[in-house]
């Protein structure tokens, strides 16, 4: 009888602790709420790679490094 309550109550503990942890993160979700669309989207690029001049380079230049 004893094992029966023990496993019982270790069921309701952890029903308890995900409970918990799920009311937690949908507060956060209400407080902190994310925006669907940023302000500035960066410039979109194509899923095609960019056209080279022959170089053959390994890696694109960085964002920076391009401006």
């Known amino acids: 009888m004893d094992d029966a309550l023990g496993l019982l109550l270790l069921v309701v503990y952890i029903v308890v ?3 918990i942890s799920a009311g937690i993160t949908y507060a956060v979700i209400r407080i902190f709420p994310t925006e669907r669309k940023p302000k500035n989207p960066d410039k979109q690029e194509s899923s095609h790679p960019p056209e080279t001049d022959g170089g053959g380079k ?3 230049r960085s964002k920076r490094a391009a401006t």
Do not use: K, N, V, Y
Request: aromatic content about 16%; glycine content about 0%.
């Open 17 to 19: 602790i995900l409970a």
């Open 58 to 60: 390994l890696f694109r």
